[in-house]
């Protein structure tokens, strides 16, 4: 579904001396896979996912999602990008728009749906997180767990083939970690292929098929969540998982 | 002081028409027309100034450090004698003028607008582009609409600075609130009562206006 070959990205804090987050990373996430990304802050997680849907341009290196290399010049990314939803730490919802109009937005413009196919759709989405009564509110009256459950469904309308999902969580109550985690749970069992940078080891664990453990701008290790989270053979990955308590 | 009261009431009776309906008339016109066009040039002058073409982008910033660099009457002047020579059709002065103030007002403007748009959220570009929205469709589905709260009361406060920079055009006698004062002080040779009532009517304008201004900002800030 999506694979990267030798991608690279530097930025330039400074004019001399570009700071590189990513120093070549090949992966593959295959259909149907749910891979969680974890490891230090500041190794380069955001910035791979980032990379995925180009919301950051890498300086290097391919990106072939669906067969097509979307690092290639004349790629209109922008038709790409409604089949990659992507799930952002602050939720990112839109406050002028009502939480129906959040949905509908993007398909009415860009798959052509008509407003009231688009409600439809959006009504039955807000249904299945639980969010039904909230349609006509906007998103100032919700709850930051109601706001990311939103963001989920807004992605979700687009009906993308694979989700990408920046530590959902982390901006959450505790006590509202558990309602997205379950959200996306769901997702993940009925087969929606995910990319998840998260710092929940035990959701990790339960719902991923693959754990990939990224450190200083390289995938560190991967494999089974097993293998990497209960018998890591890399000692940054025995280090990090000792500081988090697993 | 009971002569000069005596006096405003004598010129107000005598030339109300010339303060009220000429003077405050053009002035508020003129201010209307200035900001309603200076915010749709300010507007495309901002586009430019966020545009990726490094040329449009340095003509435009060209163009907001000369105006806020240069006397505001001497723009008026350029703008006086320029546009009559650069349009192949007579043009009043009215007119000439009207377009050195559009074009003071939209440098300003450009950036209050700017401003508006970074100051929204990142985030909300990133979720906009995620979605598929082109660069397009994001600025007029979801940066603009919230850009507006932040522009909005500067717009006002644009319109009420305008109302008394319009004073300097009665250098040009175009017949707003400070030519009424050339007018009637050259016919009475009271300088300091017509002083008295154009000032006033001046201050009226603006204090009304602002306070109308914050009210509507309140009334913003509550939708919020
Ligand atoms: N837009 C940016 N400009 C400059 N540096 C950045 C930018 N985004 C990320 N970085 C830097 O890149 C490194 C990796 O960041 P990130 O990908 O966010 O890591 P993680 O998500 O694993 O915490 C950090 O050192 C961060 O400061
Ligand atoms: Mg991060």
Redesign the pocket.
């Known amino acids: 579904m999506i694979k990267t070959v030798e991608l690279t990205k530097s930025?330039e804090?400074k004019k001399s001396e570009p700071?590189q987050?990513l120093k070549g990373v090949s992966e593959h996430i295959k259909k149907g896979e749910a891979v969680s990304v974890i490891?230090p802050?500041?190794?380069?997680?955001?910035?791979?996912l980032r990379c995925l849907n180009l919301l950051e341009k890498p300086c290097g290196g391919h990106i072939i999602f669906e067969g097509v290399d979307i690092t290639e010049k004349d790629v209109d990314i922008n038709i790409h990008r409604q089949k990659m939803g992507m799930v952002f730490q602050h939720f990112n919802v839109f406050p002028h728009l009502t939480v129906l109009d959040n949905i509908t937005l993007a398909p009415v413009l860009l798959k052509k749906r008509s407003k009231a196919e688009a409600a439809d759709q959006a009504r039955e989405l807000l249904a299945r997180v639980g969010l039904a009564d909230k349609a006509a509110e906007y998103p100032k009256r919700l709850s930051g767990g109601q706001k990311q459950r939103l963001a989920i469904v807004r992605a979700l309308a687009m009906e993308p083939d694979v989700m990408l999902f920046d530590e959902p969580t982390s901006a959450l109550d505790p006590e509202m970690v558990g309602e997205v985690l379950d959200v996306i749970k769901d997702l993940v069992k009925e087969g929606m292929t995910s990319v998840i940078?998260t710092h929940e080891m035990g959701f990790a664990r339960e719902v991923s098929s693959r754990v990939l453990f990224?450190d200083g701008g390289v995938i560190a290790e991967s494999g089974k969540p097993d293998e990497v989270l209960n018998h890591p053979q890399n000692q940054r990955t025995k280090e990090f998982l000792s500081k988090v308590l697993v | 002081m009971g002569e000069y009261v005596s006096n405003v009431i004598k010129i107000m009776s005598e030339y109300w028409d010339v303060f009220l309906i000429t003077g405050v008339g053009y002035t508020l016109l003129l201010s209307a027309i200035t900001v309603a066009l200076g915010a749709v040039l300010g507007m495309v002058f901002c586009l430019g100034r966020m545009s990726r073409i490094a040329p449009l982008r340095w003509l435009v910033i060209a163009i907001v450090e000369v105006v806020r660099g240069t006397p505001m009457l001497l723009q008026l002047y350029v703008g006086y004698f320029l546009v009559p020579q650069l349009l192949p059709f007579p043009v009043s002065d009215f007119f000439s003028i009207s377009v050195a103030l559009i074009v003071n007002s939209a440098a300003y403007l450009s950036e209050v607008f700017r401003s508006g748009i970074q100051a929204v959220d990142p985030g909300q570009t990133e979720a906009a582009r995620s979605l598929g929205l082109s660069a397009g469709q994001t600025m007029v589905k979801i940066i603009i609409p919230q850009a507006t709260k932040n522009i909005l009361p500067a717009l006002g406060n644009e319109f009420i600075t305008i109302i008394k920079e319009t004073s300097l055009a009665s250098t040009f006698f175009v017949g707003e609130l400070m030519t009424s004062y050339l007018k009637v002080k050259g016919a009475t040779y009271l300088t300091m009562e017509c002083l008295f009532i154009v000032g006033a009517l001046y201050f009226l304008l603006t204090f009304v206006l602002s306070k109308l201004l914050n009210a509507f900002e309140r009334r913003l800030k509550e939708n919020d």
Do not use: A, R
């Not at chain 1, 802050?41 to 791979?48: M, N």
């Open positions: 930025f804090v700071l987050v490891g802050s500041g190794g380069g997680k955001s910035t791979f940078v990224m």
